[in-house]
């Protein structure tokens, strides 16, 4: 029997909603992870689209799963200070960075929408310098994209104008 004290903690709580999110991720895969591309009946892709977030997801529940049984068995967790009106915004910020990203990741590709993700995110972290947040949010994406696509056959959604360009200055 779970004590009311453990059922009511933010902790539990939070634990068991994520628990039931991935799990509900994980029965609607299909309906979250889009078809890859195909060229000519073929995949582009040696791998699953639906591979790294069933795994994620599936590592996701088992942490949860792992928590809840150690605050049903009595762990405490300790909390920390109560988030204050800053750590309030900072959240939100992030929230509405990420939810943009994820939004404008079709309509403009991977490396537009992770450029400016980028951007915002590093300038919320607290960085000041232009030259780093430029070369970091250029730099950075460039080479996710190409790893991901060149080396692990993975397809991103990206504008056929940088597709193109990527494909001229690698000769493929």
């Given at each position: 029997m779970i004590s009311r004290e453990v059922k009511?903690?933010?902790?539990?709580?939070?634990?068991?909603?994520v628990l039931v999110l991935a799990c509900l991720a994980l029965v609607f895969m299909g309906s979250l992870v889009a078809a890859p591309k195909l060229l000519f009946g073929r995949s582009l892709t040696a791998i699953s689209p639906d591979s790294f977030p069933t795994v994620i997801l599936i590592l996701m529940a088992l942490?949860?799963?792992?928590?809840?049984?150690?605050?049903v068995r009595g762990f405490q967790i300790e909390s920390g200070p109560a988030l204050g009106k800053?750590?309030?915004?900072?959240?939100?910020?992030?929230?509405?960075i990420l939810?943009?990203?994820?939004?404008?990741?079709v309509?403009?590709?991977?490396q537009v929408s992770s450029t400016v993700a980028t951007a915002l995110l590093s300038v919320q972290m607290g960085n000041r310098n232009w030259a780093q947040i430029a070369v970091l949010s250029i730099c950075g994406p460039s080479l996710l994209y190409l790893g991901a696509?060149?080396?692990?056959?993975v397809s991103l959604p990206e504008l056929n104008v940088i597709e193109l360009a990527y494909g001229s200055l690698l000769g493929g």
């Open positions: 009511k903690s933010p902790a539990f709580m939070f634990a068991v909603t942490l949860c799963v792992l928590q809840v049984g150690m605050q800053n750590g309030w915004y900072r959240g939100t910020y992030f929230f509405a939810t943009g990203y994820a939004l404008l990741m309509p403009l590709g991977f696509t060149r080396l692990l056959a």
